[in-house]
């Protein structure tokens, strides 16, 4: 598990990944950020969001991108922090997809880990990753399918006030293996596709992202299709939160894989009939020149 990846600011949380940025290509750490957070802890203002009250001050090293974190003061160790440690593929998903957003949209200062509530007036834990307020776009990352509850999810979808809402799970969740995939399709019926990512530490450039869509075969078992697959850095998105790939819409790349697929089954069931009425017409003129033939035998005693 990770160290602890995020701090409570007069109410909202910050999360690590908010100190990362792209610039000219690179990866790096945000100076500002960096100073901001720093004078923040000095003035006693980071706490741990857990509720135990517990002061907290960053640790951001220049050497290995997987050192930044929170940790308690050393005057504060004595209290009992019950702070929910986040698995380090989470963490360094949300560094890579902090990055992807700065490089598509230009700013560094996107709000992390925003309660809904922030948006609408509940009074839920539920929130998005990512918010980019002024395009009214959002990112949901789901580091396991178990937190895809519909309860969840349609809160998200139903109060988020015209903010579009992008959908972004972990590799580990996809495959279907036959079975109705539950959980990823919660995520399809809203989105229409399913988005699984695959880091590598936290290297943006080392990510990757495939795009697929769950469907059943002829045999009513269920398939998943990969529509594109591709480096993340190589997925662009514009001020509407739409995804391209190669310049292609990501919605229009998965309807026209539905439609060949669906134009497969099809081809395929129309087949499979064929066969089975060749198969009965060779299998009723066996029992045909069979029966011919018994008859034959039988009429000039040759049994």
Known sequence: MAQRTVCLYEGNYIGIETIFTIVNGKQINIPDKLEELREKSRKNQLFCPCGCGANLILVAGDRNLREQHFRLKESELYKECRAVYESKTSIESKIVLKCWLVDNMGDANIR???????VDDLDRKYEFTFLLEKKKIALSYYNDRAGLSDEKLDILENNSLGIKVIYVLDNSNSGANGQYPEGVMKVQKRQGYC?????????????????????????????????TEDFLSNYTMDSNGTIMNSLHDIQELVQSNKDKYSKLQEEKRVLREENSEKSKLKSNSWNKNNRKNKNYMKKNNLN
Do not use: C, G, H
């Open 195 to 227: 988005l699984f990512l695959t880091i590598k530490d936290s290297d943006y450039y080392a990510a990757k992202m495939k795009v697929v869509f769950y469907a059943q075969d002829i045999d009513k078992l269920w398939e998943e299709v990969i529509v």
């Open 112 to 118: 992390t880990r925003v309660p809904i509530n922030t």
